[in-house]
Antibody, heavy 122, light 107 residues
């Protein structure tokens, strides 16, 4: 069974750094790109960026470029989302999702993590 | 970026109703459009890909249509399990974007 399991909720202060994780299982981790998607409280979905686990190539939405980094550790089938300096406006639920990237599915998402709630408050 | 605009933002309907949600793209995305369903506290679920292809396991009361810049998601007979928020997503551009969402509420 394909699963993406994310790390637990975090409470941080502005300016602090944070890394959250997403571990894949039940499939060949390097065969599928992983994306991160933000959902602010009561709001819609925002695509942040994606990574190819084979070579760690990344690209980002302009809205998030330079504010977060995405990385992987292939040896433990885990993707990461990192902030060097959090802002209060980073308070949101963050989902990792697997990109199908095949045929007519293209860059659609078939499996999602359960979400990691990040709260940034003074 | 390609902007995706959904309408309405909220829709009130009754069980058995036919429901239509519209998604408009700011430029031609051909048929590279997906629809997702999200229930409160849950991750989104893929319903439709390439504008009109039903994902495996999704009930046939869901259908998608459209091309270019205008797309629709239709639920032919709304069921209690369908009260949720629906999002479109374009994947014509390498910069992926979602619509703002349509919440389907009980009337």
């Amino acid at each position: 069974e394909v699963q993406l399991v994310q790390s637990g909720a975090e409470v941080k202060k502005p300016g602090e750094s944070l890394t959250i994780s997403c571990q894949g299982s039940g499939y060949s981790f390097t065969s599928y790109w992983i994306s991160w998607v933000r959902q602010m409280p009561g709001k819609g979905l925002e695509w942040m960026g994606r990574i190819d686990p084979r070579d760690s190539y990344t690209d980002f939405s302009p809205s998030f470029q330079g504010h977060v980094t995405i990385s992987v550790d292939k040896s433990i089938s885990t993707a990461y989302l990192n902030w060097a300096a959090l802002k209060a406006s980073d308070t949101a639920m963050y989902y990792c999702a697997r990109l199908i990237k095949a045929g007519d599915y293209g860059d659609t998402f078939d499996y999602w993590g359960q979400g990691t709630l990040v709260t940034v408050s003074p | 970026d390609i902007q995706m605009t959904q309408s309405p933002s909220t829709l009130s309907a009754s069980v058995g109703d036919r429901v239509t949600i519209t998604c408009r793209a700011s430029q031609n995305i051909i048929t590279w459009l997906a629809w997702y369903q999200q229930k409160p506290g849950k991750a989104p679920k893929l319903l439709i890909y390439k504008a009109s292809n039903l994902e495996s396991g999704v009930p046939s009361r869901f259908s998608g249509s459209g091309s270019g810049t205008e797309f629709t998601l239709t639920i032919s007979s709304l069921q209690p399990d369908d009260f949720a928020t629906y999002y479109c997503q374009q994947y014509n551009s390498y910069l992926l974007t979602f619509g703002g969402g349509t919440k389907v509420e009980i009337k």
